[in-house]
């Protein structure tokens, strides 16, 4: 492993950082991140330069997919939610022959079919960034693109009603990114709270969190 690992310290020798120069979210929830465009272009050059090049060669994708209806002046709009994560592994191949494992793991969030693009992105910049240790800060989401929600002319006839789908669980790691997204703008506590059975203390927390967000506002209208 001798030649991999001379190539993969002269790509963190060369590679001193990537700026974040994109703007997730909106608002007060909005935050700087790192483009997965910038991430390819300035590691994927390093790599060619010293003979590196990875190949993905696992993907282990989870699905989870929410819908519920919201009555506005306008009639009843039907909206659905997507949550995609995935587990990645890619080999990081030398000239030589050496070669490594390497794992990623990625979340994504969308009304249609964007979710699983937008994982499968997160895990490459991830691993990418992870792998070479790649100075940035903290590293955060990029693509913020949702496709648009699916609206619905109002029912004269209530809807038979669905038969009630057991909810899952949600580990505290992702309920915890869960509430990034929401934060950022790009998931809704709703969504949230028909796919997944939160623990009382996962409730607690997303309640406590209302309250620091109303007392912010209030303070700010002051």
């Not at 997303?206 to 700010?220: F, G, H, P």
Request: proline share 4%.
């Amino acid at each position: 492993m001798k030649n991999l690992a001379k190539a993969v310290i002269a790509v963190m020798k060369e590679v001193k950082g990537i700026d974040k120069t994109m703007t997730v979210g909106n608002g007060n929830s909005s935050y700087k991140g790192v483009p997965d465009q910038e991430v390819k272009k300035v590691i994927g050059q390093a790599m060619q330069k010293h003979g590196l090049v990875m190949l993905p060669v696992a993907i282990e994708p989870s699905v989870h997919t929410s819908e519920w209806e919201e009555t506005t002046n306008y009639g009843v709009k039907r909206k659905q939610s997507v949550f995609t994560e995935v587990r990645t592994k890619y080999l990081l191949l030398h000239t030589s022959g050496e070669s490594i494992e390497v794992c990623g793991y990625g979340h994504g969030v969308d009304s249609q079919d964007k979710g699983a693009g937008k994982a499968t992105t997160y895990a490459l910049k991830y691993a990418l960034l992870y792998m070479f240790m790649v100075p940035t800060g903290k590293i955060d989401d990029a693509d913020t693109t949702h496709s648009e929600e699916i609206a619905t002319p109002q029912a004269k006839q209530k809807a038979p009603e669905k038969a009630v789908k057991k909810k899952s669980k949600i580990p505290n790691e992702r309920f915890d990114k869960a509430v990034a997204l929401i934060d950022a703008g790009e998931y809704t506590e709703k969504a949230l709270l028909a796919t997944f059975e939160l623990t009382p203390e996962q409730q607690e927390k997303l309640s406590n969190r209302k309250t620091e967000s109303k007392d912010e506002q209030e303070q700010v209208s002051e």
